[in-house]
């Protein structure tokens, strides 16, 4: 079983940046694919990005695709959230979660370990 701590949440003005952490420990994070997703207020949890088990696929939601980069470290147990060009709509609760399949899933459902999440609020 794995535990996962996200970091790096905070208060960011509209076009900057942010990284997001999320560190696991109690397993290898190399046995799971890995994804991010969020949730804002009076909002379903949303799909974000996702990537494999090796780091060689990944996958975005359109609303992100060409702002944010998923990446791991499987040495150090970390996977990141680069968020550029941030917006506010972008505020929200973000989570990171595990999968046990090698490609994770855009389906929270298909995940089976969560972190507490991080806030991220975008000032406009």
């Known amino acids: 079983q794995v535990q996962l701590v996200e970091s790096g949440g905070g208060l960011v003005q509209a076009g900057g940046s942010l990284r997001l952490s999320c560190a696991a420990s109690?397993?290898?994070?190399?046995?799971?694919?890995m994804g991010w997703f969020r949730q804002a207020p009076g909002k379903e949890r949303g799909f974000v990005a996702r990537?494999?088990?090796?780091?060689?696929?990944?996958y975005y939601a359109d609303s992100v695709k060409g702002r944010f980069t998923i990446s791991r470290d499987n040495a150090k147990n970390t996977v990141y959230l680069q968020m550029n060009s941030l917006k506010a709509e972008d505020t929200a609760v973000y989570y990171c979660?595990?999968?046990?399949?090698?490609?994770?899933?855009?389906?929270?459902?298909?995940?089976?370990?969560w972190g507490q999440g991080t806030q991220v609020t975008v000032s406009s």
């Open positions: 109690g397993r290898s994070l190399s046995y799971y694919a």
């Open positions: 990537i494999s088990r090796s780091g060689s696929s990944t």
């Open positions: 979660a595990a999968d046990e399949g090698s490609y994770g899933s855009m389906w929270s459902k298909d995940y089976n370990y």
